[in-house]
């Protein structure tokens, strides 16, 4: 059974910072492109950034490049999410997936449950 447990969201003021951890079981961790996608409320799921399978190639939308960092420990079977200098804009649920598709469409094999990010101004 494959499972990917988010931990990491919570409250913070604007400019702070959060590091978002991504726990897998049940699947070969080191074989999957990972990704991180948000949702706000009333708003579809976005991409947030990806990482292939062994951590050579990253990438990030706009809103987030240079203040988000994504990161994969494969012996831990974690993947991370950095975030830094946090806008409110920034508030959202995030999702974790593994076997992103090509390019930036929240399409994926496996989801996490997500954690709540909240930013205040």
């Known amino acids: 059974q494959v499972q990917l447990v988010e931990s990491g969201g919570g409250l913070v003021q604007a400019g702070g910072s959060l590091r978002l951890s991504c726990a897998a079981s049940g699947v070969t961790f080191s074989a999957y492109n990972m990704g991180w996608f948000r949702q706000a409320p009333g708003k579809e799921r976005e991409f947030v950034s990806t990482i292939s399978w062994a951590g050579g190639r990253t990438d990030y939308s706009d809103s987030v490049k240079s203040r988000f960092t994504i990161f994969r420990d494969n012996t831990k079977n974690t993947v991370y999410l950095q975030m830094g200098s946090l806008k409110p804009e920034d508030t959202a649920v995030y999702y974790c997936?593994?076997?992103?598709?090509?390019?930036?469409?929240?399409?994926?094999?496996?989801w996490g449950q997500g954690t709540q990010v909240t930013v205040s101004s």
């Open positions: 997936a593994a076997g992103v598709a090509q390019g930036r469409q929240p399409t994926a094999q496996y």
